[in-house]
């Protein structure tokens, strides 16, 4: 049994509302360094945690947390679109083995997912089907939503099971760090926005979506602009964050509470705790430690933007 984590932001603004070129380029040789690491790893399972943005889970039932047994990318944003390689056998034990362990989680043979799960597919391993993959939905826009301390507990389950499994187990975490685009809210939705974000925007029609696609584009525009007209993203608390993950600190952020991180960071920024789920499963391979972190706000994408890598420390590693 090995384990190697890899978490990264996501955005779907990437060749939409790019940032200049060498900022860009940046980005592009951390996303490669990682991909080339990850290969030498050659995983045989990867654990991904992600959240949604209203495009697979709606209020007709929104659970905190949810395996699937089988899972679909929609391709928002020209992201890729498809079914995810999922083994489904393995998905279930996995969902018995959290119930077992008391963290609830739903189960999913019908998962509908978006660019949160399939851009580190695409960017990491090159495609939504090159390796098996347990996709671990981690709500992060619909309140309420789950505190650190569910999250952190479900990372754990979901790493005592991996850890039993022969084979090398890639943990992934999508999504943070900083940002608050403009993702709807159901307390001040009209009737049609509201009905979609009760189900119906499950098969959201060609024309709304390029309109909800052009809202963020544009927001984006905006932010760039004036720094004012959206939350601002918070260099200091993502570093910070990163660091707490880093130094193996996890159950402090138990203590942050959903409002207070919503007011740090903005409301997206829950998108965190896919990352806090995958450094809790790594813990369960023991102590680790943490390298090639990279760091930068932004604002062209809406995202305080970051990436990290962590493995199990070997025998004699401090």
Known sequence: MSAYLHCLSHTPLIGHVDPNAAV???VEARVAAARERI??????????????????????????????????????????????????????????????????????????VDHGFAQPLEQLLGGLDRCPVIPVFVNAVAAPLPSFQRAR????????????????????????????????????????????????????????????????IDAARRFVEDPRSLHPLNPDWDLHFM??????RIAELDALGNAELSALAGRSSHEVKTWVA?????????????????????????????????QPLQRGEA
């Open 243 to 248: 660091e707490t993950l880093a130094a193996g």
């Open 153 to 216: 507990r479900l990372g754990e389950a979901i790493g005592a099971y991996a850890r039993g499994l022969d084979r090398r187990v890639l943990l992934l975490g999508s999504g943070g760090l900083s940002h608050q685009p403009p993702v709807p809210d159901l307390a001040s939705a009209d009737p049609q926005l509201a009905d979609r974000l009760l189900g119906s925007g499950r098969q959201l029609p060609a024309d709304e979506r390029q309109a909800r696609q052009r809202r963020v």
């Open 278 to 310: 995958a450094f809790a499963a790594l813990s369960a391979f023991g102590p680790y430690r943490a390298h090639d972190r990279y760091y930068r706000a932004i604002p062209e994408w809406i995202a305080g933007f970051g990436a990290i890598d962590a």
């Open 24 to 26: 860009l380029a940046e």
């Open 39 to 112: 290969a030498r790893f050659e995983p045989e399972l990867a654990i991904l945690f992600a959240p949604d943005h209203y495009n697979g889970f709606f209020y007709d039932l929104m659970p905190p947390f949810c395996i699937g047994a089988q899972a679909h990318a929609i391709g928002d944003f020209g992201s890729a679109a498809g079914p995810l390689e999922v083994p489904r056998s393995l998905a279930e034990d996995c969902a018995a083995a959290v119930l077992a362990a008391g963290v609830d989680v739903a189960l999913s043979y019908r998962m509908q």
